[in-house]
Nanobody, 121 residues
Framework: QVQLVESGGGLVQAGGSLRLSCAAS????????MGWYRQAPGKQRDLVAR???????SLADSVKGRFTISRDNAKNTVYLQMNNLKPEDTAVYYC???????????????WGQGTQVTVSS
């Protein structure tokens, strides 16, 4: 069972910056990818950014040029640096980890408890 502990959310004015962190523990066979999703009130949970164990990254179009995802494999920690924040970035941000099973090609999803990011205009 993988545990994810998030930190770094808060209230910031438009144009400001925040950095989210998510530390994973408990993986037996390694974490294939970690990422951040967000969910605004009344909306579905959407992928914001993802990074694989090899360092490949993907970002939602809405955050490209403003957000950066990085990972410290030794610490099993993923970071989301958010710059030039906009009011539409306001949401609960959830950390996700895709944990490998012993069987090749099998993965399990684990989620953090969520951290609120509020951007005021």
């Amino acid at each position: 069972q993988v545990q994810l502990v998030e930190s770094g959310g808060g209230l910031v004015q438009a144009g400001g910056s925040l950095r989210l962190s998510c530390a994973a523990s408990g993986s037996r066979f390694g974490i294939a990818a970690m990422g951040w999703y967000r969910q605004a009130p009344g909306k579905q949970r959407d992928l914001v950014a993802r990074i694989t164990s090899s360092g490949s990254t993907s970002l939602a179009d809405s955050v490209k040029g403003r957000f950066t995802i990085s990972r410290d494999n030794a610490k099993n920690t993923v970071y989301l640096q958010m710059n030039n924040l906009k009011p539409e970035d306001t949401a609960v941000y959830y950390c996700n980890a895709k944990d490998r099973d012993y069987a090749p090609g099998v993965y399990y999803d684990f989620w953090g408890q969520g951290t609120q990011v509020t951007v005021s205009s």
